[in-house]
């Protein structure tokens, strides 16, 4: 393959690929036999591999600069053919889930193919064509939104990403500062994003009718393949975050404050953990790279194989440039078995999280796209993607030296502590959208109460200076999963539980902890969540007793490192 900036777009046939769809039916529905289905599937899989391939070039494009007009117009023709493929796509997935060859494609392939393929059928159809093409529409207008809010700050320009290195300063007045500026961006796009959000609920709400479900939020556990738990467990396992994490926190909030030296701890102070500066990795985009380039050598075969296809073929976009689609992600190509990291370095160790957090994604993206043939088992569910990502963290923590010198004990505990005290706050964005979608006619200074009324809940310790906007509830909306990623962000606490156990036994174990991490990467999403759980040797999250079980070796961690 060529590198990601000299690949050559090329737009899909979306006309020849639903003829392909409708051909690849009809054999299934005349198959004698199950070996025709499977040559079946795999043929049309390679279109769909091309197809879906190309969509990701103009998606990494187009985030990149959100502000390119040819990728802008591009992506809006994607989504509207894309959306118009649901009729060929429904008859491909009831003729699979019919055919009387099922049971031994389910041995050859597993069960959960098959589950995603009943939820295919369950939460699309042509009927809500209309509904799909306008929600990526209202995605797209949350990206560019986000994307050009800027403004100035002591003499530079500066987005949402440039203003957060500035709320980590030791001078507690720029903090505040950078603090009251990325506020105000989110207030003056306020009435755009909430205007957005309002008919995003309504249209995910309007499907989810058609579709026959009593709530968007039934839809939506069907849609992102929740079928080992239901609402009533994550609610349960967002109790075992009040009870267990939440009073933890709130005690390492406290010695926070005692070591910054302040009367009451403030958000912008939350970022600052030493009152002599957080550690920041060194060097250039390219030099941290090149560590980490090193670090994956080091690390184990498969990762130094890994990292260096990704340097040699540049398969990442690491920094914050004007116009730039908000946050950071993986995503894969599987024409070229490549996966793909976006990112906004903004000179903070956020930066070197990246190279771990979503080089984890990519690791196992590289890992299970060449060794499972189905393309859709090669990723799994969010709960066990993040998993991979999070876990990854923990793994790298001996290499910190080469990006921190120095501040390296400084910056594993800075990250121990993020890794902990964020949990709270994940299973607050998943109750704020189960609020919302309760409700869907709630109007957004509703959303305002519910979101603060949640905050108190599992984040009693929040202070926002009398912050007008934020004090009012107007923190939910700087999340951009509740945009664009309907209901995925719990995964990340459920995730993160689980990457505390493989970073317990690390210190315990480290080659059995690795063993273990591996194998889960290498089954992909070739089975459900809880299998996939017992795969990688990990307890399940919803289990009365596992978040205590997982984070007290943390607690107590952080205790002899900060408290």
């Not at 299934?28 to 289905?37: M, N």
């Not at 709400?205 to 609402?231: E, L, N, P, Q, V």
């Not at 920094?319 to 996966?339: C, D, Q």
Request: hydrophobic letters at 40%.
């Amino acid at each position: 393959m060529n590198r990601f900036s000299e690949i050559e777009y090329q737009r899909p046939d979306i006309e020849a690929l639903k003829n392909l769809i409708e051909e690849a039916t009809r054999k299934v529905r005349e198959a004698k036999s199950a070996a025709e289905i499977r040559e079946a599937y795999f043929e049309l899989q390679k279109t769909e591999d091309a197809t879906d391939s190309m969509y990701t070039v103009a998606h990494i494009r187009n985030t990149i600069n959100t502000a390119d007009p040819f990728y802008d117009a591009e992506m809006k023709w994607l989504r509207e053919e894309n959306a118009k493929t649901i009729p060929q796509y429904n008859a491909w997935h009831k003729a699979l889930a019919e055919s009387p060859f099922r049971k031994e494609l389910e041995e050859e392939f597993g069960a959960q193919l098959f589950r995603m393929i009943d939820a295919e059928l369950m939460t699309s159809d042509e009927r809500i064509v209309p509904e799909t093409i306008r929600e990526g529409e209202l995605r797209q207008a949350y990206q560019k939104t986000t994307a050009a809010a800027a403004t100035q700050f002591r003499g530079e320009q500066c987005n949402f990403y440039g203003l957060l290195k500035h709320m980590q300063s030791t001078d507690r007045a720029e903090r505040k500062e950078a603090f009251e500026a990325w506020a105000k961006l989110y207030e003056q796009i306020s009435g755009e994003l909430e205007a957005q959000y309002a008919e995003a609920v309504k249209v995910r709400a309007a499907k989810a009718k058609k579709m026959g479900f009593a709530s968007y939020t039934d839809m939506a556990y069907i849609a992102r393949h929740r079928f080992d738990y239901t609402k009533e467990d994550a609610a349960r396992f967002r109790e075992q975050v009040r009870t267990i994490i939440t009073p933890a926190v709130a005690e390492i909030r406290e010695a926070q404050r005692k070591r910054l030296g302040i009367d009451k701890l403030r958000y912008y102070d939350e970022g600052l953990k030493f009152p002599d500066g957080n550690a920041h990795p060194i060097g250039t985009v390219e030099e941290l790279v090149e560590k980490a380039r090193q670090m994956y050598r080091a690390m184990s075969p498969e990762t130094g194989e890994f990292f260096d296809f990704m340097k040699e073929y540049e398969l990442y976009d690491l920094e914050t440039k004007p116009g730039k689609h908000m946050g950071g992600y993986m995503t894969r190509m599987p024409l070229f078995k490549a996966p793909f990291i976006f990112s906004n370095f903004n000179g903070t160790e956020a930066d070197v999280d990246v190279l771990t957090h979503e080089a984890g994604h990519a690791f196992q993206g590289y890992l299970a796209m060449r060794s499972i043939p189905v393309s859709a088992l090669s990723g799994s569910t969010s709960e066990i993607n993040e998993v991979h990502s999070m876990s990854m963290e923990h793994f790298a923590y001996p290499w910190m030296d080469s990006f921190f010198g120095e501040k390296s004990d400084k910056y594993i505990t800075t990250h121990l502590l993020d890794a902990f005290c964020v949990i709270p706050y994940l299973v607050s964005v998943d109750e704020f959208q189960h609020e919302v979608f309760a409700k869907p006619d709630m109007m957004p200074a509703e959303w305002r109460k519910v979101w603060k009324a949640i905050e108190r809940k599992y984040m009693p310790w929040r202070d926002y200076d009398g912050n007008e906007f934020l004090e009012g509830g107007g923190f939910w909306m700087q999340k951009l999963h509740i945009f664009l990623y309907p209901f995925y962000y719990i995964e990340y606490a459920l995730a993160q539980i689980c990457a505390f156990q493989y970073y317990g036994r690390m210190k315990e174990d480290r080659k059995a902890a690795w063993e273990d991490y591996l194998k889960l990467c290498r089954a992909g999403g070739t089975k459900g969540y809880f299998e996939l759980l017992k795969t990688g040797n990990l307890l399940n999250p919803f289990l009365d007793g596992t978040v205590e079980k997982s984070t007290a070796h943390v607690i107590e961690e952080i205790r002899k490192r900060y408290m």
